[in-house]
């Protein structure tokens, strides 16, 4: 690790700070009138944010054992998301096969940086292989909204996850060495923190329009706006960090990372409102909700990934 | 949930100093179905009932079913 490693490092970890602290004291201000239960789930994110920064260490040490803490990451989010999803007897064999086989071999291909398998694997093999294995199971009743459940899920927890560790095996020019790919995986996630931390503090502040109240009360077109804006501005304070050539493609990645990561908000908020949950880690008392903590990461790494790869010619 | 099988009340008719404890697996079709033999790793979630025991001349009908209905109660309890 070189000393640009440990300002980035540090950096992280004053910004945990101020965040959690900023939770802790808005906790004991009920005088303010802010939304006790957004303010909860705030603190409750902060402190996974926590745990997923300190793995993300590991990153610097060795892109291996990130890759397989992401796996198991994945893993255990498809579980809660099909365990939340009805499915049917005739689901069970596909199901086997996309925890025991798809789920592994997806990261697996994504330690190799075979990009041309891990890029098309599940969305085209295991997005045929599912439909067909449900069909020779013999059941049809409701046949196609099972199979897009359990398409979705692999798709959401297990391919868009998989760009995250992906990262770290882009080439990156200027130095080449793999400090400088786990500084961009760490700049990903540390915008999707701060976008997170910068929407909530834009709606509690001056959120006026929610978006889609029956989905989501606490998401505003003030918070998307001012922290999309915002997360670009904290963005380019962290530019040093990144492999990008000018400020303003950094601007530009974290707003990426910001939209993206309101729109998983939404889209898992939107499921779990209709299976009627509040939380992935509510479903069952004593699992933690990883998919909860994910969700936006989830939509905002392959986009990510896509984008500097394609257009800003990383890798 | 299927009626409770006689072996229960032999069992514990002959080992009145065991303990009876009912446990309800929640998942459990969905983890491993009737017939099938690999597993799918769903969340599941396991409720231990209050210990219970043959009572002095019960009949085995009436133990069999209070047995049922010590974990049915788990079921509801979830």
Redesign the interface.
């Known amino acids: 690790m070189g000393p640009r490693d440990w300002v980035l490092a540090a950096v992280v970890v004053v910004l945990l700070s101020v965040a959690t602290a900023v939770g802790q004291f808005v906790k004991r201000q009920p005088h303010l009138g802010l939304n006790a239960a957004a303010i909860a789930t705030f603190n409750r994110r902060l402190g996974a944010w926590w745990i997923i920064c300190a793995l993300l260490g590991i990153a610097f040490i060795s892109p291996t054992l990130t890759v397989a803490l992401f796996g198991l990451m994945s893993?255990w989010a498809l579980?809660?998301f099909?365990?939340l999803t009805p499915?049917r007897?005739g689901d069970?064999?596909a199901?086997?096969w996309v925890?025991?086989f798809f789920t592994p071999l997806q990261y697996i291909l994504v330690g190799y940086n075979s990009y041309e398998l891990f890029s098309i694997f599940i969305p085209v093999y295991a997005f045929l292989f599912i439909p067909a294995r449900v069909a020779l199971a013999g059941d049809f009743k409701r046949f196609l909204e099972r199979i897009a459940k359990i398409q979705s899920g692999l798709l959401i927890c297990v391919y868009c996850l998989s760009f995250a560790p992906a990262l770290l095996y882009l080439e990156v020019p200027e130095t080449g060495s793999s400090a400088s790919n786990a500084r961009l995986l760490f700049f990903f996630v540390a915008m999707a923190l701060i976008s997170e931390a910068l929407q909530f503090a834009w709606s509690q502040l001056y959120g006026r329009h929610v978006i889609a109240p029956t989905i989501n009360a606490a998401r505003t077109w003030e918070g998307l706006v001012g922290g999309s804006a915002s997360t670009a501005l904290v963005g380019m304070v962290l530019h040093w960090a990144t492999p990008y050539k000018f400020l303003w493609q950094t601007a530009f990645m974290s707003m990426v990372v910001a939209v993206m990561g309101f729109a998983g908000a939404m889209t898992m908020s939107a499921i779990k409102r209709d299976r009627g949950v509040r939380d992935y880690g509510t479903?069952?008392?004593?699992?933690g909700g990883v998919l909860d903590r994910i969700d936006a990461i989830c939509f905002a790494a392959p986009v990510f990934y896509h984008v500097s790869r394609q257009i800003f010619k990383i890798g | 949930m299927g009626e409770f099988k006689s072996g229960l009340y032999y069992l514990s008719k002959k080992r009145p100093d065991l303990e009876l404890v009912p446990v309800y697996i929640d998942n459990m079709n969905r983890v491993l179905p009737r017939g099938e033999f690999l597993p799918v790793p769903l969340l599941s979630c396991i409720t231990f009932g209050p210990p219970m025991w043959l009572e002095a001349g019960e009949s085995k009908i009436d133990f069999l079913a209070r047995a049922r209905l010590a974990v049915q109660r788990l079921k509801e309890v979830d």
């Open positions: 893993f579980r809660e099909i365990t499915t007897l069970h064999r199901l086997f925890f025991a479903l069952v008392e004593g699992h």
